[in-house]
């Protein structure tokens, strides 16, 4: 959910000077999770003065199944919780099949420091969100969260695969091997065999390490020759780079069967997948990232501005006495920007379709590159919107203005120009008699 579910009611209070605030959940809970203990305040509204009930639950399942049976015996089915850590998660999910939830972030309701706990913070909480003043974060359903629980843990993974390949090289660099510095892969087929020659032999024969080299390398033999000569590697050494070699192996073979695991899990989403498909630079498993993490339904997301806000794609709003500060994008959707901005750098080498390729070089000419991936990432995530809001495939409005023809473009450019000129003759701006060459056909 996106937002908190708005009652068919409201009570106004009247306030001084004639304002007046609507209370939007006449019976409403804020609850402060932690790891061992929640504390939470029902609030129910009798005119205007509201009464408070508090009570303390443990965060195992049977304290929390006490603590629903409370709310529903108080007819409380408005309930708001501050999004601590993971610790909300089993209160969300034993509650969210009866009760709406709304998981605010932090920001939104923290108090004031110097005079704050456990109890006056879900009273906090349940003040405000009583009044309406608590935007909701958006909670897939249960489907879409394990499939996100999978695509982030395999974003963890190759992260980790990342970094032992770095490991692994910076291995044989500090042992005197700059064979780096002339393969342009340390893992490929010839620099694999070289290394591994190394690493389980104690000398070593120039003439049947060239004997490993495989196409193009074959020029490259006495350069590989003169980086790994006079090269130093103890036992000790040996053993640490075969251990991150394996290491490096086995974390392969995880995300091999987790692979296999989302394939299963996406079966349900293959025809969003194949939509998404449609879009250059995204690849299945990028439809399966983008796909766990906003879902398939775009009713949570009152418009795509919204949907690229929600993923941190937008400029920040920082405004004081007439001057505006930084517009730096936020640090919203971690795993939904990177997967993203892949993309668009996917999308604008794409040789198939230069559709995002022509746009990213005009912005760039006036932006810069950063600025300009990142418009091409919310360029992809505003189709993604429509294209799931209407069903239909990749095909922008504007494409035409891609791919036109050079004489067609001519043909566009001169329209305009002549609307342009009859509109100044209209204004009396300028004079028909201006304008000679207006009735001309372009050349």
Known sequence: MCGSPVPAFSTPISLRGGSSVKIIYPICCGVDVHKRFLVATIITSDGITPHYQKKRFFTF????????????????????????????GPVFNLLEDSINV????????????????????SKWIGNLFRLGLVPGSFIPNKSIRLLREY??????????????????????????????????????????????????????????????LQRSLKKKADAVIESIEGYQ?????????????NHLDLIQQSINELDNMLNVLAAPFESSIQLLCTIP???????????SEIGTDMSHFSSSKRLCCWAGLTPGNNESAGK???????????????????????????????????????????????????????????????MFSTGETFNPCDLYKVDMPMELRDKQKYKALKKAAKFLIAQGLIKETDMPGLSLQPS
């Open 151 to 212: 695509t982030r843990y395999r974003f963890k993974l190759v992260s980790c695969k990342s970094s032992e390949k770095n490991r692994f090289q910076n291995a044989f660099t500090v042992c005197n091997v700059a064979l780096d510095a002339v393969v342009s892969d340390m893992f490929g087929k010839s620099a694999s065999s070289i290394t591994d020659y190394l690493v389980n032999l104690d000398s070593f024969d120039p003439q049947y390490c060239v004997s490993f």
């Open 324 to 386: 505006k500060k930084s517009v730096r994008i936020t640090r919203a959707g971690v795993y939904l920007k990177l997967t993203l901005v892949q993309v668009a750098h996917a999308a604008v080498k794409c040789k198939d379709n230069s559709y995002y390729r022509i746009k990213y070089e005009r912005i760039t000419k006036r932006r810069g590159k950063k600025r300009a991936i990142i418009a091409i990432a919310r360029m992809i995530l505003t189709a993604i919107y429509h």
């Open 233 to 245: 590697m103890m036992p000790g050494q040996k053993y640490r780079v075969r251990m991150i070699r």
């Open 102 to 121: 709304t998981i605010a972030n932090p920001k939104w309701v923290k108090a004031i420091k110097g005079n704050k706990d456990d109890t006056k913070d």
């Open 281 to 291: 630079g995204v690849d299945r498993t990028s439809a399966i990232t983008i796909i």
């Open 61 to 88: 399942n049977n304290s929390i199944l006490q603590f629903k049976s409370w709310l529903l015996d108080n007819n409380c089915r408005d309930v708001c919780m501050e999004s601590t850590g993971k610790y909300w």
